[in-house]
């Protein structure tokens, strides 16, 4: 456990050195979620209403429940969970693995990510924008950086769960699975393009958004 929170406490350190996020201009500015206004991050809630609950949260504590097709889930301990985090340009998130789970190709577009793994192996990597493939096998104690912007991807192939703590130098990173969003957007993205894109029939399309649209309830 010690070792653990000495990673984060770094993480924390790179994250703020690295921020992309605006500088702060006072000691706080606990986020006001429920203003509806936004000024490229959240409005300021009065300091007189701020409390020790605007900087704690316990949901990285215990594994998630993996519910989905893909074997993982992420629990994220961003801004919109700790409105303490508001222009401080850091947050984490704790990623569960299924054995076998994959933690599918996606971008952040505000923020670096470095993953410390908890426990289990992954297979991980992401794709520089001169289509090479950076890849690594990483175990439990070490550390992995996914560059702001590039796609990349997480995949338990070991034969237990595994997990891993994210952290990210912005207060709320933003995640575009590549699936989903070109699949699944609203509108939706023109079939011709997607067949064009991908070089296969309406067919194929159509099948893929089947497998991926949300599961009604």
Do not use: W
């Amino acid at each position: 456990m010690a070792a653990i929170v000495t990673y984060l406490v770094i993480f924390t350190v790179i994250s703020s050195a690295l921020a992309y996020d605006p500088d702060m201009l006072q000691d706080l500015c606990v986020a006001n979620t429920l203003a509806g206004i936004k000024v490229n991050g959240f409005t300021c809630k009065a300091e007189g209403n701020v409390t020790e609950a605007d900087f704690f949260f316990d949901g990285l504590a215990k594994p998630g429940k993996v519910n989905n097709s893909v074997g993982s889930l992420v629990t994220g301990a961003n801004v919109e969970k700790i409105p303490g985090l508001n222009t401080l340009g850091v947050s984490l998130s704790r990623i569960d693995y299924v054995p076998d789970g994959l933690n599918p190709p996606h971008t952040h577009p505000r923020a670096t990510e470095m993953i410390f793994v908890l426990e289990g192996e992954l297979d991980v990597g992401f794709i520089t924008t001169a289509n090479k493939l950076i890849s690594k096998i990483v175990k439990k104690g070490e550390v992995f950086v996914f560059p702001r912007g590039l796609v990349h991807f997480q995949k338990n192939n070991g034969d237990k769960e595994a997990s891993v703590i994210a952290a990210f130098n912005s207060q709320l990173p933003g995640t575009q699975s590549i699936a989903m969003t070109l699949f699944t957007s609203t509108p939706a993205v023109p079939d011709n393009v997607l067949t064009k894109a991908f070089q296969v029939g309406t067919k194929e399309i159509d099948k893929i958004k089947t497998k991926l649209a949300p599961k009604k309830s």
